[in-house]
């Protein structure tokens, strides 16, 4: 029996990030209310890559869930929250409505980018929005 074996690329931007240094201020508190920021010490350069190429293999996307030796297995949001020091109790943000001047102000002031700019963007993703991708 023949098997399809894809390659497996592991990237990591953990890296690049580095070279952006520490966000501003405003931008920590942000992150820090949304309680993600055990998440920015997540990398690949920590993570064993045999081990991870391991668990790649005994995947299957049709039960989601890890086929072992000892049986199946499925990664269930406690473990997720537990590994990853995340709080899963409760709400996890709510973000209030922003009119479009305060979202253009917030740019200009936290990503340093022209107020046309700004709104050029802003305007492509119709409304007080801007893609993941520009930032």
Same mark, same amino acid.
């Given at each position: 029996?023949?098997?399809? !074996? ?26 820090? $209310?949304?309680?993600?920021?055990? &998440? ?7 993570? /064993?890559?045999? &081990? ?20 199946? !297995?499925?990664?269930?949001? /406690? #473990?997720?929250?537990?590994? &990853? ?5 409760? !709400?996890?943000?709510?973000? $209030?409505?922003?009119?479009? #001047? /305060? ?14 700019? $700004? ?15 520009? &930032?």
């Amino acid at each position: 029996m023949e098997r399809n !074996v894809i390659e497996l690329k592991l990237f990591s931007h953990g890296r690049k990030m580095t070279k952006f240094g520490r966000p501003a201020p405003k931008i920590e508190g942000l992150v820090a $209310a949304s309680r993600l920021s055990p &998440l920015i010490a997540c990398s690949l350069d920590t993570i /064993d890559r045999g &081990l991870m190429f391991a668990f790649v293999e005994r995947w299957h996307k049709e039960t989601s869930s890890f086929h072992l030796p000892v049986g199946e !297995v499925t990664i269930t949001l /406690d #473990d997720v929250a537990s590994l &990853l020091h995340l709080s899963i109790i409760g !709400v996890f943000h709510s973000f $209030a409505l922003l009119h479009i #001047d /305060d979202v253009v102000y917030m740019l200009v002031e936290l990503l340093e980018v022209s107020t046309a700019k $700004a709104r050029a963007k802003m305007i492509q993703c119709h409304g007080s929005y801007v893609q993941l991708s520009w &930032l």
